[in-house]
């Protein structure tokens, strides 16, 4: 099992930057584990944000080039670094894992993760 723990949403203007964190604890490693950021609004479907995989990085179109997803692993820690923050990057923003390889996964499908944290709300205002 393996607990993810978001931290870091807040409330900023436009333009600005925010870091979120995502824990891990449990049975985690070094590389064990594609490792997402995903978003939602009310209303609507789960989006996906971006993905670490491996030594792999791939982000939605809408945040390529203004987010950065990193990660520590001596502390178990992704981050999701977000710079020139607009008014549509507001949601709820949920960390995701999954074991490396596992069968028919696919990265942007929220149904190829098998462990959610709580969330993290991010409010960015003009």
């Known amino acids: 099992q393996v607990q993810l723990v978001e931290s870091g949403g807040a409330s900023v203007q436009a333009g600005g930057s925010l870091r979120l964190s995502c824990a891990a604890s449990?049975?985690?490693?070094?590389?064990?584990?594609?490792v997402a950021w995903f978003r939602q609004t009310p209303g609507k479907e789960r989006e996906f944000v971006a993905v670490?995989?491996?030594?792999?990085?791939y982000y939605v179109d809408s945040v390529a080039g203004r987010f950065t997803i990193s990660s520590d692993n001596a502390e178990n820690t992704v981050y999701l670094q977000m710079n020139s923050l607009k008014p549509e990057d507001t949601a709820v923003y949920y960390c995701?894992?999954?074991?490396?390889?596992?069968?028919?996964?696919?990265?942007?499908?929220?149904?190829?993760?098998?462990?959610w944290g709580q969330g993290t709300r991010v409010t960015v205002s003009k």
């Open positions: 449990g049975r985690t490693g070094p590389y064990d584990y594609a």
């Open positions: 995701a894992a999954t074991p490396l390889f596992s069968a028919g996964y696919e990265f942007r499908r929220a149904t190829s993760y098998a462990y």
């Open positions: 670490l995989n491996w030594n792999d990085r």
